[in-house]
């Protein structure tokens, strides 16, 4: 059974950084996605980072394109997602997914994921 387990999250002030991380337990990775998503109060969810595993650039929402960066483990099945310049409007439950191997043109589609992590909370103060 594949397991998602997201780990970071908490609260900062404005400008500040957090580095979440995500692992994904029994998960074929070849070719796999991995990523964030986040969804706040009364908001959709929606992407924010998300990679396939073994390529190097990521897929980043506009919102955080220049302040958030995803980076892999492969041998650990893990994937890292830097925050910097934090904002309000960052806050969010953010939550770790992972979608098995096949191309997806949608990268940050949430629909395209299958295995969802429990969210860890990311609180900005102004």
């Known amino acids: 059974q594949v397991q998602v387990v997201e780990s970071g999250g908490g609260s900062v002030q404005t400008g500040g950084s957090l580095t979440l991380s995500c692992a994904a337990s029994?998960?074929?990775?070849?070719?796999?996605?991995m990523g964030w998503f986040r969804q706040a109060p009364g908001d959709d969810r929606e992407g924010v980072a998300t990679i396939r595993l073994g390529n190097r650039a990521g897929h980043y929402a506009d919102s955080v394109k220049g302040r958030f960066t995803i980076s892999q483990a492969i041998a650990e099945n893990t994937v890292y997602l830097q925050m910097n310049g934090l904002k309000p409007e960052d806050t969010a439950m953010y939550y770790c997914?992972?979608?098995?191997?096949?191309?997806?043109?949608?990268?940050?589609?949430?629909?395209?994921?299958?295995?969802w992590g429990q969210g860890t909370q990311v609180n900005v103060s102004s």
């Open positions: 997914a992972a979608r098995r191997a096949s191309y997806t043109d949608s990268p940050l589609d949430p629909d395209e994921y299958t295995y």
């Open positions: 029994e998960f074929p990775y070849e070719g796999a996605y």
